[in-house]
Protein backbone atom coordinates (compact mmCIF):
# COMPACT_ATOMS: atom_id res chain seq x y z
CA UNK A 1 0.00 0.00 0.00
CA UNK A 2 2.53 2.73 0.62
CA UNK A 3 5.28 3.03 -2.20
CA UNK A 4 6.82 5.92 -3.34
CA UNK A 5 7.94 4.49 -6.62
CA UNK A 6 8.11 7.60 -9.26
CA UNK A 7 7.87 10.25 -6.52
CA UNK A 8 11.39 12.20 -6.17
CA UNK A 9 12.13 13.45 -3.04
CA UNK A 10 15.00 16.02 -1.69
CA UNK A 11 16.21 15.61 1.92
CA UNK A 12 18.09 18.65 3.14
CA UNK A 13 20.56 17.72 5.64
CA UNK A 14 19.67 14.46 4.42
CA UNK A 15 23.92 13.05 5.25
CA UNK A 16 23.34 12.69 8.45
CA UNK A 17 20.90 12.04 11.86
CA UNK A 18 17.07 12.21 10.71
CA UNK A 19 17.79 13.28 7.31
CA UNK A 20 19.89 10.25 6.68
CA UNK A 21 17.33 7.87 7.96
CA UNK A 22 14.95 9.48 6.03
CA UNK A 23 16.58 9.20 2.94
CA UNK A 24 17.44 5.32 3.68
CA UNK A 25 13.18 4.88 4.54
CA UNK A 26 12.32 6.49 1.17
CA UNK A 27 14.96 4.60 -1.04
CA UNK A 28 13.42 1.75 0.57
CA UNK A 29 9.82 2.79 -0.64
CA UNK A 30 11.66 3.34 -4.16
CA UNK A 31 11.65 7.31 -3.96
CA UNK A 32 14.18 8.70 -6.12
CA UNK A 33 15.98 10.91 -3.33
CA UNK A 34 18.30 13.77 -3.63
CA UNK A 35 20.26 14.42 -0.94
CA UNK A 36 21.33 18.31 -0.38
CA UNK A 37 23.91 19.20 1.73
CA UNK A 38 27.20 20.83 2.85
CA UNK A 39 29.18 17.15 3.64
CA UNK A 40 29.39 16.66 0.01
CA UNK A 41 32.27 13.37 1.09
CA UNK A 42 29.68 11.99 2.98
CA UNK A 43 26.32 13.04 0.81
CA UNK A 44 28.39 11.22 -2.37
CA UNK A 45 28.98 8.22 -0.46
CA UNK A 46 25.06 7.35 0.85
CA UNK A 47 24.35 7.99 -2.87
CA UNK A 48 26.47 5.32 -4.02
CA UNK A 49 25.58 3.03 -1.93
CA UNK A 50 22.02 3.50 -2.54
CA UNK A 51 22.63 3.26 -6.42
CA UNK A 52 24.98 0.22 -5.59
CA UNK A 53 21.30 -1.27 -3.57
CA UNK A 54 19.57 -0.75 -6.98
CA UNK A 55 18.19 3.14 -5.88
CA UNK A 56 18.11 6.09 -7.74
CA UNK A 57 20.30 8.91 -5.81
CA UNK A 58 21.63 12.32 -6.65
CA UNK A 59 24.06 14.81 -4.68
CA UNK A 60 23.46 18.49 -4.61
CA UNK A 61 26.11 20.76 -2.25
CA UNK A 62 24.07 22.81 -1.16
CA UNK A 63 23.64 25.83 1.42
CA UNK A 64 20.05 26.28 2.68
CA UNK A 65 20.62 29.96 3.26
CA UNK A 66 21.82 30.96 0.04
CA UNK A 67 18.70 31.85 -2.55
CA UNK A 68 20.89 30.68 -5.62
CA UNK A 69 21.95 27.22 -3.96
CA UNK A 70 18.44 26.55 -3.26
CA UNK A 71 16.91 27.43 -6.86
CA UNK A 72 20.37 25.54 -8.39
CA UNK A 73 19.13 22.00 -6.42
CA UNK A 74 15.62 22.41 -7.42
CA UNK A 75 16.30 22.97 -11.05
CA UNK A 76 19.18 20.14 -10.79
CA UNK A 77 16.43 17.63 -9.25
CA UNK A 78 13.94 18.26 -11.85
CA UNK A 79 16.62 18.21 -14.62
CA UNK A 80 17.68 14.94 -13.42
CA UNK A 81 14.53 12.69 -12.78
CA UNK A 82 11.84 15.24 -14.16
CA UNK A 83 9.61 16.03 -11.62
CA UNK A 84 9.45 16.64 -7.58
CA UNK A 85 7.15 15.58 -5.13
CA UNK A 86 8.58 15.74 -1.72
CA UNK A 87 10.53 18.06 0.43
CA UNK A 88 11.95 16.98 3.39
CA UNK A 89 13.54 20.02 4.77
CA UNK A 90 15.82 18.86 7.83
CA UNK A 91 19.31 21.50 7.37
CA UNK A 92 19.63 23.17 10.53
CA UNK A 93 21.87 23.82 12.94
CA UNK A 94 21.47 24.17 17.30
CA UNK A 95 22.69 26.67 19.81
CA UNK A 96 22.56 26.56 23.25
CA UNK A 97 22.86 29.81 25.07
CA UNK A 98 20.66 31.92 27.73
CA UNK A 99 19.45 35.12 26.11
CA UNK A 100 21.21 38.02 27.87
CA UNK A 101 24.47 35.82 26.71
CA UNK A 102 23.40 35.82 22.94
CA UNK A 103 25.31 37.21 20.46
CA UNK A 104 24.00 38.88 17.51
CA UNK A 105 26.31 37.09 15.47
CA UNK A 106 24.77 33.96 16.80
CA UNK A 107 21.48 35.24 16.63
CA UNK A 108 21.94 35.87 12.47
CA UNK A 109 23.81 32.71 12.11
CA UNK A 110 20.58 30.40 13.87
CA UNK A 111 18.10 32.54 11.94
CA UNK A 112 19.66 32.51 8.61
CA UNK A 113 20.13 28.98 8.56
CA UNK A 114 16.96 27.60 10.24
CA UNK A 115 14.38 30.06 9.46
CA UNK A 116 15.54 31.83 6.34
CA UNK A 117 17.06 28.64 4.93
CA UNK A 118 13.29 27.16 5.31
CA UNK A 119 11.88 30.04 3.91
CA UNK A 120 14.17 29.78 0.79
CA UNK A 121 13.92 25.60 0.60
CA UNK A 122 9.67 25.46 1.31
CA UNK A 123 9.51 28.62 -1.06
CA UNK A 124 11.23 27.17 -3.92
CA UNK A 125 10.00 23.63 -3.77
CA UNK A 126 6.24 25.30 -3.32
CA UNK A 127 6.42 26.70 -6.63
CA UNK A 128 7.11 23.55 -7.99
CA UNK A 129 4.59 21.95 -6.53
CA UNK A 130 1.93 23.85 -6.95
CA UNK A 131 3.13 24.62 -10.50
CA UNK A 132 2.57 20.78 -11.11
CA UNK A 133 -0.50 20.20 -8.36
CA UNK A 134 0.81 17.96 -6.58
CA UNK A 135 3.61 17.93 -3.78
CA UNK A 136 4.39 16.86 -0.11
CA UNK A 137 6.48 19.50 2.45
CA UNK A 138 7.50 18.33 5.56
CA UNK A 139 10.00 20.59 7.73
CA UNK A 140 11.57 20.56 10.84
CA UNK A 141 10.27 22.92 13.83
CA UNK A 142 11.40 21.75 17.28
CA UNK A 143 9.44 21.04 20.58
CA UNK A 144 11.89 24.01 21.67
CA UNK A 145 9.57 26.16 19.19
CA UNK A 146 6.53 25.07 21.26
CA UNK A 147 7.71 25.41 24.51
CA UNK A 148 10.08 27.48 26.47
CA UNK A 149 13.64 25.78 27.58
CA UNK A 150 16.00 27.73 29.08
CA UNK A 151 19.10 28.58 26.65
CA UNK A 152 17.00 28.12 23.35
CA UNK A 153 16.59 32.08 22.65
CA UNK A 154 17.74 32.10 19.29
CA UNK A 155 16.80 28.05 18.64
CA UNK A 156 13.77 28.48 19.98
CA UNK A 157 12.36 31.33 18.02
CA UNK A 158 13.84 30.36 14.54
CA UNK A 159 11.93 26.65 15.37
CA UNK A 160 8.53 28.42 16.41
CA UNK A 161 9.10 30.55 13.11
CA UNK A 162 9.31 27.76 10.72
CA UNK A 163 5.90 26.43 12.48
CA UNK A 164 4.69 29.60 11.77
CA UNK A 165 5.76 29.56 8.11
CA UNK A 166 4.36 25.82 7.34
CA UNK A 167 0.55 26.99 8.74
CA UNK A 168 0.90 29.58 6.42
CA UNK A 169 1.93 28.05 3.60
CA UNK A 170 -0.56 25.12 3.70
CA UNK A 171 -3.61 27.24 3.58
CA UNK A 172 -2.11 28.88 0.38
CA UNK A 173 -1.29 26.02 -1.31
CA UNK A 174 -4.17 24.02 0.16
CA UNK A 175 -6.38 23.93 -3.17
CA UNK A 176 -3.20 23.07 -5.17
CA UNK A 177 -2.70 19.41 -3.91
CA UNK A 178 0.25 20.29 -2.14
CA UNK A 179 0.15 19.53 2.08
CA UNK A 180 2.61 21.44 4.16
CA UNK A 181 3.54 20.19 7.98
CA UNK A 182 6.26 20.04 10.03
CA UNK A 183 7.75 18.16 12.88
CA UNK A 184 8.24 19.04 16.41
CA UNK A 185 10.94 16.47 17.82
CA UNK A 186 12.11 16.46 21.13
CA UNK A 187 15.15 14.62 22.70
CA UNK A 188 16.32 12.61 19.76
CA UNK A 189 19.95 10.77 20.01
CA UNK A 190 21.72 12.02 17.12
CA UNK A 191 25.21 13.39 16.60
CA UNK A 192 23.71 17.38 17.37
CA UNK A 193 22.20 16.46 20.32
CA UNK A 194 24.76 13.75 21.84
CA UNK A 195 27.41 17.96 21.23
CA UNK A 196 24.83 19.76 22.89
CA UNK A 197 23.14 17.66 25.71
CA UNK A 198 25.15 17.83 28.83
CA UNK A 199 24.29 15.71 31.88
CA UNK A 200 22.22 18.42 33.15
CA UNK A 201 20.01 18.89 30.06
CA UNK A 202 19.30 15.53 29.53
CA UNK A 203 18.11 15.10 33.35
CA UNK A 204 15.37 18.22 32.51
CA UNK A 205 14.44 16.17 29.10
CA UNK A 206 13.81 12.95 30.49
CA UNK A 207 11.88 14.24 34.00
CA UNK A 208 9.54 15.47 31.18
CA UNK A 209 9.05 12.65 28.92
CA UNK A 210 6.37 10.44 29.88
CA UNK A 211 7.73 7.33 27.73
CA UNK A 212 11.63 7.88 29.93
CA UNK A 213 13.81 7.94 27.06
CA UNK A 214 15.43 9.92 24.29
CA UNK A 215 13.45 8.90 20.61
CA UNK A 216 15.75 7.77 17.66
CA UNK A 217 16.27 9.44 14.20
CA UNK A 218 14.05 6.38 12.59
CA UNK A 219 11.25 7.28 14.54
CA UNK A 220 11.45 10.59 13.35
CA UNK A 221 12.16 9.68 9.71
CA UNK A 222 9.25 7.12 10.52
CA UNK A 223 6.95 10.21 11.08
CA UNK A 224 8.09 12.28 8.17
CA UNK A 225 7.96 9.83 5.73
CA UNK A 226 4.09 8.75 6.62
CA UNK A 227 3.57 12.84 5.84
CA UNK A 228 5.26 12.29 2.76
CA UNK A 229 3.08 9.53 1.51
CA UNK A 230 0.02 10.01 -1.33
CA UNK A 231 -2.31 8.78 1.43
CA UNK A 232 -2.05 11.31 3.99
CA UNK A 233 -3.71 14.12 1.76
CA UNK A 234 -6.14 15.36 3.75
CA UNK A 235 -3.06 16.05 6.37
CA UNK A 236 -1.89 19.66 6.15
CA UNK A 237 -1.05 22.36 8.62
CA UNK A 238 0.01 20.22 11.17
CA UNK A 239 3.38 20.37 13.48
CA UNK A 240 3.84 16.60 14.69
CA UNK A 241 5.15 16.42 17.84
CA UNK A 242 7.66 13.52 18.07
CA UNK A 243 8.36 13.63 21.52
CA UNK A 244 7.69 10.42 23.61
CA UNK A 245 4.80 12.78 25.04
CA UNK A 246 6.61 15.32 26.25
CA UNK A 247 4.26 18.32 24.55
CA UNK A 248 1.76 16.55 26.26
CA UNK A 249 2.82 15.89 29.53
CA UNK A 250 2.01 17.89 32.87
CA UNK A 251 2.50 15.75 36.56
CA UNK A 252 3.80 12.76 36.34
CA UNK A 253 3.88 10.21 39.10
CA UNK A 254 5.53 7.44 39.55
CA UNK A 255 2.62 5.49 40.86
Avoid: C
Wanted: glycine share 12%.
Amino acid sequence: MFNLKGHTAIVSGGASGIGLATVKMLANLEANVVIADLNEDKGTKIVKELIDAGGAAFFVSTNVSIADDVNALITKTVDKFGSLEILMHFAGIGLEQHALDTTLENWDKIISINLTGSFLMMQAAGREMVSRGYGRVVAMSSIAGVRGGTGRTAYGASKGGVAAMMRVMSMEWAKSGVTVNSLSPGGIETALVKRMHDDETRRAYLSGIPMGRYGTPEEVAAAAVYLALPQSAYITGVNLAVDGGFEAAGVIKNS
